[in-house]
């Protein structure tokens, strides 16, 4: 297939903003590729090489690739550079430059996809000294034979911002109309599929080869991390009991409401843990090789030895999927470290045995997912946290590893004021809040669902200013979404950034903010815009976090958009005091 056939269905894509028109546009795409294509286009129609749990980088920064541009068509770097900067996308500037090329080559080539996907996946195997220089070679070498419109999907490619618009759901519901029958029931089989593969090589293949049946068989495998079972947020311990058990008539219980029992167990029928403020893990174990994945599914095993390290010595599975929650904890006080201490260590790549030293964790464990050959996936979480208990090693004979594995510290209330006095306890130890399980249930991989739920405190909103916006990827590409923000300094109003916003927004709000950035842009940088500081927006929050990136000294955990605030001008906003008081409070 040639990649400029590819790129034909690039265009088409990004020049429709129909979500029905582009899973068209793929589903045919999909159904006419070849055997071998198929899983080449599953990732490549999204600007991706690897599926997202594959460690692998291409490792070519923009920096590289102006290199590239310059060295395949003769234009200086200042002129790729100031294309950039109009157009706010190294692809255009790419394309023009190829456009403009001051030299010419004797030696081009058609580009097909497979041979552009063969040399860009070909990059991440470059190590060592020269490394770079080969990468530029390799992409100035594509360019080379590319026209303006192929060279603009080949950078962006590269860069990794495609810019069309296609999200995974696209993606799914693509393979469920090419390969079976396109109705909710195949879309549903496609989601789940590809939430325990977390790879759309293996499902399109799958769904094309064996249909229904052979998705449906498709099941948890070791080191290909699936899609974690996600929590919504309970208003308060009372309201998570009552929802977590299904149980409608208990809307207005009092303390003394008891916990409803398993109907045919007489078990207590809910579970509560600690709320851990650290990062997600996924362990994976096959005797001693080990690897630990986020929830967002990176490989961070290499960050953490001394996890590692217990595994080996403290699970007694010789296969095993478990899930958990790493902790910083501070050496001095044995206290939780705020995330923001314990993130220095997930994006540490070297001297790493530093900050085992002084950022320790410890990974609470809280739910197996596979055991010794056996998906726990349809057993209920009572059954799970069974099992989870027979991996671990109670009597690790003092092992300097021994404390680095934890059970998560968990109760089964009687009553709400049992999981109320337990809430406080998780507060007063330095704990997010608790987390609300309904011991009956299923692990559902990927979903919010309603029996799994979070107790935390709220915080008090912010109104900050909005100092600068990058350009939205994949389906939302068009809109204005990472909203930078800031507080003011109250004695000389100057402004000082508090980090970036993200979630909670609509695409009525997308598009609102986009409309209203816009016009105050004022500096663009690739992605990344600065504005004239005149909206002002509501931001909720988790929690404040100190931090040694932003101006202000602070960053707000989990930012939410709330609203915009056209009732206070800029000289209203949020002042750094008031930040750094509430975080004094919390």
């Not at 095993?320 to 993130?343: A, D, H, K, M, N």
């Not at 004695?491 to 927004?505: A, K, N, T, V």
């Not at 500081?533 to 202000?552: G, K």
């Amino acid at each position: 297939m040639e990649y400029a056939a590819l790129v034909d269905i690039y265009e088409h894509l990004e020049a429709t903003a129909s979500t029905n028109e582009k899973t068209a546009v793929l589903a045919d795409c999909f159904d006419a590729a070849s055997e071998s294509q198929l899983p080449i286009l599953a990732t490549l129609i999204r600007g991706k090489l690897f599926p997202a749990w594959d460690s692998r980088e291409l490792g070519v920064s923009s920096s590289l690739t102006r290199e590239a541009i310059r060295k395949a068509t003769g234009v200086d770097d200042d002129r790729v550079e100031e294309w950039w900067r109009e157009y706010g996308d190294l692809g255009d500037a790419a394309a023009l430059a190829v456009e403009h090329r001051t030299q010419q080559t004797l030696f081009s080539e058609t580009l097909t996809v497979e041979s552009v996907h063969e040399t860009l996946t070909d990059l991440a195997e470059y190590i060592g000294e020269g490394s770079q220089s080969r990468r530029v070679d390799a992409v100035a070498k594509l360019l080379t034979s590319a026209d303006p419109d192929e060279a603009r999907y080949v950078v962006r490619t590269v860069v990794g911002a495609m810019r069309l618009g296609i999200g995974e759901g696209t993606v799914r519901d693509a393979i469920a109309v090419a390969f079976l029958d396109g109705s909710d029931e195949a879309i549903a089989v496609v989601e789940r599929a590809h939430q325990l593969t977390n790879d759309f090589r293996v499902v399109a293949e799958t769904a094309r080869d064996e249909g229904v049946e052979g998705l449906r068989a498709l099941d948890v495998e070791l080191f290909r991390p699936l899609k974690v079972m996600l929590a919504q947020k309970a208003e308060g311990v009372g309201d998570a009991l009552t929802e977590v058990q299904g149980d409608a008539d208990a809307a207005d219980e009092t303390d003394a409401t008891d916990i409803a029992d398993d109907t045919e167990t007489g078990q207590n029928a809910v579970r509560c843990e600690y709320k851990y403020d650290g990062l997600r893990t996924q362990i994976h174990k096959r005797g001693d090789e080990v690897r630990i994945f986020t929830r967002r599914l990176e490989d961070v095993t290499e960050q953490f030895p001394e996890v590692v390290s217990a595994v080996r010595e403290r699970i007694t599975a010789e296969r095993c999927i478990l899930e958990g929650e790493t902790v910083g904890y501070s050496p001095e006080t044995g206290r939780p470290v705020p995330f923001q201490e314990l993130s220095q260590r997930i994006k540490r790549e070297n001297r790493i045995e530093e900050l085992v030293e002084s950022v320790p964790v410890v990974t609470h464990l809280f739910d197996a997912l596979y055991v010794d050959g056996e998906s726990l996936l349809d057993e209920s979480l009572r059954v799970r946290v069974g099992r989870l208990g027979d991996c671990v090693d109670t009597d690790p004979n003092d092992s300097d590893d021994s404390d680095v594995l934890r059970p998560a510290t968990a109760v089964a209330p009687a009553d709400e004021s049992e999981a109320r006095e337990f809430y406080e306890d998780a507060l007063s130890s330095g704990h997010e809040g608790i987390m609300v399980k309904n011991l009956d249930a299923t692990y559902q991989p990927g979903s919010r669902v309603g029996y799994m739920l979070k107790v935390k405190p709220l915080m008090e909103p912010l109104d900050l200013v909005v100092v600068g916006a990058k350009w939205s990827e994949g389906r939302k590409s068009e809109f204005l979404g990472r909203l930078h923000l800031a507080c003011r300094v109250e004695e000389s109003g100057e402004l000082r950034d508090i980090g970036w916003l993200f979630s909670g927004l609509t695409d009525e709000q997308l598009a609102e903010i986009t409309h209203r950035l816009e016009p105050l842009v004022t500096e663009r940088d690739g992605r990344e815009v600065r504005v004239r500081p005149e909206v002002v927006v509501e931001a909720e929050y988790e929690e404040i976090q100190q931090s040694t990136e932003s101006e202000s000294g602070y960053a707000l955990r989990f930012p939410r958009f709330a609203g915009f605030r056209d009732d206070l001008s800029f000289d209203e906003v949020d002042s750094l005091s008031k930040v750094e008081r509430l975080y004094a409070e919390q």
